[in-house]
């Protein structure tokens, strides 16, 4: 099965922190995504990645900053975190040529103070 | 709003039943569809994908789509214990877009 690996699997930090939150992707998959879970809101798409030095933006970018270093290698940054970013990130990975799926990391619990 | 909406938000169903979950879309332009699921403390993994008018059957789980009203439901018969996550409905304009858009998902316990 494809493997997500994020880290950390927590963090906490106090507003106007920097954070950066890293995932790897071990199945040769061109697309990458960063992903936020809310209650009451499912998964909201912040950025996602075709390729190494390709970013696209998704549906809540404002305060994100991503970047895809190498095919397996996609960071989330929070350059000035404030409290409304407190929330649990995902990271997954598709190749979108037949198989559509997403593969989803364990996540990132993050929580600014 | 939500493009994607899901109801019900929460859903209790005794093991053995039928447990029937609904999408609707509010974006024509969505044409394909799937469900994933999530148990607590993990990340959500797809249970199938649906992109024709009509039923697909995969075990216990049935989808049926209906891209005129833009519906889509998922059916778990003989639902069990180990059913009980979070199931989101995730829809794409394209086959090969690359962006998937999520729902707020439906919670589901399965009482013994």
């Known amino acids: 099965e494809a493997a997500v690996t994020q880290s950390p699997r927590n963090k906490v930090t106090v507003t106007g922190g920097n954070v950066t939150l890293s995932c790897r992707q071990t199945?040769?998959?061109?697309?990458m995504y960063w992903y936020r879970q809310d209650t009451g809101h499912g998964l909201r798409l912040i950025h996602y990645?075709?390729?190494?030095?390709?970013?696209q933006i998704g549906d809540v970018p404002d305060g994100y900053k991503a970047t895809r270093t190498t095919q397996e290698d996609f960071f989330l940054l929070l350059e000035l975190a404030s409290p409304s970013q407190t929330s649990l990130y995902f990271c997954?990975?598709?190749?979108?040529?037949?198989?559509?799926?997403?593969?989803f990391g364990s996540g990132t619990r993050l929580t600014v103070l | 709003q939500q493009k994607v909406q899901q109801s019900p938000e929460s859903l209790s169903v005794p093991e053995g039943g039928m447990a029937s979950l609904n999408c609707t879309s509010s974006?024509?332009?969505?044409?394909y569809f799937w469900w994933y699921r999530q148990h607590s403390g993990e990340g959500p993994k797809a249970l199938m994908?649906?992109?024709?008018?009509g039923d697909k059957k995969e075990g216990r789980f049935t989808a049926h789509l209906n891209k005129a009203s833009l519906h889509v439901s998922l059916h778990i018969r003989d639902s069990q214990p180990s059913d009980s996550a979070l199931y989101f409905c995730?829809?794409?304009?394209?086959?090969?877009?690359?962006?998937?858009?999520f729902g707020q998902g439906t919670k589901l316990s399965i009482k013994p």
């Open positions: 199945n040769s998959h061109n697309y």
């Open positions: 994908s649906i992109f024709s008018d």
């Open positions: 995730a829809a794409s304009k394209n086959y090969n877009q690359g962006k998937l858009i």
């Open positions: 990645s075709y390729g190494a030095g390709n970013l």
């Open positions: 997954a990975s598709s190749d979108w040529t037949g198989t559509e799926t997403l593969y």
């Open positions: 974006d024509r332009n969505f044409q």
